[in-house]
């Protein structure tokens, strides 16, 4: 994607004029927070090559990163950490993310749409788009916002706790994730509600208690 879908366009010419495109990153991984993005590009912006952040190098998502924020009226990001997200289940964690990334918004949208299907505001209207990263190019926007916001978080979390190579593979129960769970138990920042079968010996069931 380029620029905006003919249903985005819908909303531009219905008369909206702050429409904000809401993501996530984060809700499959075993330890961090997840983090949600919420971007606000005006009408008739272009910006080349916007698509699903899971499909971009980690190179061209950090260069899109930043075209985004160059062009976007305004950009707000929200995490909620892993105590949260075992507290409130990561449906809920993640939800909390999208509001606190659309509070962090010096503008108030006019309408939110929200990768998805499951959402709710009590204030502004939404619609929520399943698949919403590949067919809408403000969606598609804030999912990359939102990786490389939460990859960055995820390097600083590794510089804390090297041993579990957070840097390499952001938390998600990768063979070398799990054995370093095997040899060191969960960290603070691990989701305690998340399970691995291969991880469910009683050593590890005592250790997160």
Not at 110 to 138: E, Y
Not at 143 to 157: F, G, N, P, Q, Y
């Amino acid at each position: 994607m380029n620029t905006f879908s003919s249903f985005e366009l819908s909303f531009f010419h219905e008369g909206i004029r702050y429409l904000a495109g809401i993501d996530e990153a984060g809700r499959g991984p075993l330890a961090g927070p997840v983090v949600a993005a919420a971007v606000v590009i005006p009408e008739g912006i272009v910006i080349e090559h916007v698509e699903d952040s899971k499909r971009l190098s980690p190179a061209k998502r950090a260069r899109l990163a930043r075209e985004i924020a160059d062009h976007a009226l305004c950009v707000g990001v929200g995490t909620a950490g892993a105590e949260e997200i075992d507290a409130l289940n990561i449906l809920r964690a993640s939800i909390l993310a999208m509001h606190r990334a659309i509070d962090a918004l010096p503008i108030r949208p006019d309408i939110l749409l929200v990768d998805g299907n499951r959402f709710d505001h009590p204030t502004i209207a939404f619609r929520t788009v399943i698949h919403g990263d590949a067919q809408c190019f403000s969606i598609a926007a804030a999912s990359i916002v939102a990786k490389v916001h939460r990859d960055t978080l995820m390097d600083e979390l590794d510089d804390i706790y090297p041993q579990y190579g957070f840097r390499r593979h952001r938390g998600y129960p990768t063979a070398a994730h799990i054995e370093a769970l095997r040899l060191y138990g969960p960290s603070p920042v691990h989701r305690k509600s998340f399970t691995v079968r291969a991880l469910l010996t009683q050593e590890w069931k005592r250790s997160r208690r």
